[in-house]
């Protein structure tokens, strides 16, 4: 938390300084939440000032926990430090789409077209198979599909060129001011953007349930409408295959300028937060450190004095 440019440091040093006034929500003794009991909750400062992230000994090189209740982080390293971002790009391709209100149900033909030029990555996408743009969204959030990317991209009125453009005009409209876009895929590195802006793009996707759907299924299918195959796909997130995460978006990336990359946005102890890792040195690394600041979340709200205070109303 020393590096002068980071967003976080400032901020943390700001809810540091506030009042020292503890909160916790615990379950009443009649078993009514602490919620609704009119309990608090644990403030954002508090688990700065207990959880001490100072010691959050992380392995990515950029990290951000962002507490979206309320819109502070609780952590950041580097979250300015512009960087590839590989795949993570397919949030912002699935988010234009969605936005520009495409006929979802559109039938799709992949081409030859959409194949990996640049990488020569492989696709469970066959030339000449028909899918719905709904579905290929789909492959290309949860699959982390390049073909299907491309072909999202190709078929975007206009084009590529004008995909890319409506990317970054939405980069800009977001106030993302260090994100650029190169494809659709992620493939390119310059496919560039920082932790604190990728925490408004995420902002921005919980505006559409869909990303929930397309991007937190364990595994699903989608449908070829010429044969009538049905080519089956995992989550690329190992992490929605646990039932001990509450995960809303999840979205990986990797290539060899990016790192393993990492953004979720999730609900750990009823607190909603959008967690971002880039470049994490080892392949597993990013679900370590995902795993790291779950703890450390937990541990840090253990710490806090629970001090019940009573309805406003009844004061």
Request: charged share 25%.
């Amino acid at each position: 938390m020393t590096d002068k440019n980071t967003l976080a440091a400032l901020t943390l040093g700001a809810l540091l300084a506030l009042p020292a006034v503890v909160f916790a929500n615990p379950p009443s003794s009649d078993g009514v939440d602490a919620a609704d009991a009119g309990i608090a909750p644990i403030s954002a400062a508090d688990i700065i000032r207990h959880g001490k992230p100072e010691r959050l000994g992380l392995r990515s090189r950029v990290a951000l926990v962002w507490d979206d209740r309320e819109g502070v982080p609780l952590y950041g390293r580097s979250i300015d430090e512009p960087r590839s971002v590989a795949s993570l790009t397919k949030l912002m391709t699935a988010l234009v789409i969605i936005e520009s209100g495409l006929i979802l149900d559109e039938p799709l033909e992949i081409t030859r077209a959409d194949r990996d030029r640049l990488r020569g990555t492989r696709s469970r996408l066959p030339f000449g198979a028909v899918f719905t743009r709904y579905d290929l969204m789909r492959a290309a959030l949860g699959a982390s599909d390049n073909r299907a990317a491309a072909a999202l991209a190709r078929t975007y009125p206009g084009g590529d060129e004008a995909m890319l453009a409506a990317m970054n005009a939405k980069a800009r409209e977001l106030g993302m001011t260090q994100t650029r876009f190169a494809d659709a895929s992620g493939l390119d590195n310059g496919n560039v953007s920082t932790a604190s802006d990728l925490a408004r793009l995420v902002n921005e996707t919980q505006k559409h349930s869909l990303f929930q759907v397309m991007t937190t299924a364990a595994a699903f299918r989608i449908s070829d409408r010429v044969s009538g195959r049905q080519i089956a796909f995992r989550n690329t997130n190992r992490l929605v295959h646990r039932d001990s995460w509450e995960i809303g978006l999840s979205k990986t990336g990797y290539t060899a300028a990016a790192g393993n990359c990492l953004i979720m946005q999730a609900t750990i102890s009823d607190r909603p937060l959008t967690i971002v890792l880039l470049n994490s040195w080892g392949k597993y690394s990013r679900y370590g450190d995902a795993k790291r600041i779950h703890q450390w979340l937990q541990k840090a709200e253990r710490r806090v004095p629970h001090i019940v205070t009573a309805r406003a109303s009844q004061s």
